[in-house]
């Protein structure tokens, strides 16, 4: 229910009304469906941190309206609208949701809950002009492949991470996040099983979900995925694994290369196919292993990359690397969604990889988000020293555990204050973590000095 409610609470005019109007809305286009039993309105009170007598206002308004009914005894049922309701999970998380609704207008609201970099500042300064469209291949500007140049400049970035690799094994996708969706086009049917990490990246949770797959968490500890709850999980037969690591999000942590070469055989026994989602590869702040692929370097194994993390979010590139027969599957699938990603897109993004300038532009803003980081850390010692986390080994966020299981209903609440936080909902298949939130540093160091002042006077109301 609150997945579904979104950012209710941002805007203008009495709680209960806000509250009615996003309730109704979840009626209207029909993910709460007719016949659906609401919560009570004490449960619901608490799950979005309001008193009891702002959930009752807003229940009779939906009475009022025809889209609820109240029966004595049994509870607050839906009666109205539900024609257009769409099968569980197509619409993604609030964390999606967020996206959607704060892309349409400017919104006062500080938002550490999406991890995207911010404006491109000190991009290596490269143009695109209609004269470049002259050479590209084809001339209709149509590859569900990618353009030629941008998969061998790929190819070369991959084998830098240790993992051999020509451009025929390279498919450009629209983001990151259209490799993730190809790759659950490629492997999995409605209902299948597909094992993620425990929390996991929420854009996963959507791709996945969206797919109609049945999510398994993994557990993780602080060296990334365990590898005995990988071969217990494994023993059930899932359709597809799913591992970020290189870096993991939302923990920070970096997979060690022991782990990498047992997960990478445990994968293969079971012949299960694996994503290996290397999106923040870009971002590590030291060194890290080669990709699993590597010890297996024929098995079905997509390793997903994002030029759009390396160097701004709004490039929209990444790319997916695997086996000759495996990335024609992906080349094939991806045709059926968009033909093919951007051509402009995709020369800006090749001249980029090329540019002289790139490696210091990267260690450059590497270290200011580490800065960043320093900064934010700093703020939550000095203004919440009972929050902890362990530091990341690079990445856009932090993993922060509260002194409670309280994280969803102080989200709420910290929203209404004007601050924008991810938890657990978006980011773990079974609900586990109710006591962290994820916290993005990717902003200005002034928005994160403000954030974290909201955040403990919202912190201190709440206790």
């Known amino acids: 229910m609150v997945a579904e409610l979104g950012d209710w609470a941002v805007g203008g005019g009495q709680l209960f009304r806000l509250l009615a109007r996003a309730l109704g809305a979840a ?21 979005v941190s309001v008193s009891r007598g702002t959930a009752v206002a807003a229940y009779d308004l939906l009475v009022a309206d025809g889209l609820v009914e109240r029966i004595g005894g049994s509870g607050t049922f839906v ?7 769409l099968p569980p999970g197509r619409e993604g998380s609030a964390l999606v949701a967020r996206l959607v609704d704060r892309s349409a207008t400017e919104s006062p609201v500080i938002d550490l809950s999406i991890s995207v970099l911010r404006l491109p500042e000190g991009l290596p300064a490269v143009t695109v002009g209609t004269g470049d469209l002259d050479d590209i291949v084809p001339d209709t500007g149509y590859s569900p492949w990618g353009l030629a140049g941008l998969r061998q400049a790929v190819a070369r970035l991959v084998t830098g991470w240790g993992l051999a690799t020509d451009e025929h094994q390279v498919v450009i996708t629209t983001g990151a996040q259209q490799g993730l969706s190809t790759a659950a086009a490629c492997w999995v049917r409605p209902g299948d099983a597909v094992l993620v990490e425990d929390p996991t990246y929420p854009g996963a949770v959507s791709a996945f979900g969206a797919a109609g797959a049945l999510l398994v968490g993994v557990a993780v500890d602080r060296h990334g995925v365990r590898p005995d709850a990988l071969r217990a999980a494994l023993a059930e037969h899932p359709a597809m694994v799913y591992l970020q690591p290189t870096l993991h999000s939302p923990t920070g942590v970096v997979l060690a290369a022991s782990r ?5 055989d445990l994968v293969a026994d079971a012949r299960v196919p694996l994503v290996e989602d290397h999106a923040l590869a870009g971002l590590v702040w030291g060194d890290s292993p080669p990709p699993i692929a590597i010890h297996r370097p024929d098995d079905p194994i997509a390793v997903v990359g994002s030029l759009s993390k ?8 990444g790319f997916v690397r695997a086996p000759e027969p495996v990335a024609l599957r992906f080349a094939r699938v991806k045709a059926t969604h968009d033909l093919g990603s951007s051509a402009i897109s995709q020369v800006l993004a090749q001249r980029l990889l090329e540019h002289p300038e790139v490696d210091g532009f990267v260690s450059r803003r590497n270290a200011e988000l580490r800065d960043r980081y320093e900064q934010l850390a700093r703020a939550l010692r000095a203004a919440l020293p009972s929050w902890t986390w362990t530091e990341p080994s690079g990445g856009l966020s932090i993993w922060v555990r509260l002194p409670a299981p ?4 102080f989200a709420q609440a910290a929203l209404r204050d004007g601050v924008a936080v991810a938890t657990a909902e978006a980011l773990s298949p079974t609900g586990a973590s109710p006591d962290h939130l994820r916290l993005s ?4 160091a002034h928005e994160l000095t403000e954030a974290v002042r909201r955040l403990a006077d919202t912190w201190r109301a709440f206790a």
Do not use: D, H, Q, Y
């Not at 990498?260 to 990478?264: D, H, N, P, Q, V």
């Open 260 to 264: 990498r070469r047992e997960l990478a």
């Open 441 to 444: 540093f990717s902003a200005p």
């Open 406 to 409: 309280v994280a969803e209903p």
């Open 27 to 47: 009626i209207e286009r029909g993910t709460l469906a007719p016949g659906a039993r609401l919560p009570a309105e004490r449960v619901l009170a608490a799950a």
């Open 310 to 317: 390396l160097f701004w979010g709004g490039l929209r590139v």
């Open 79 to 85: 009666i109205g609208a539900g024609s257009l309701g």
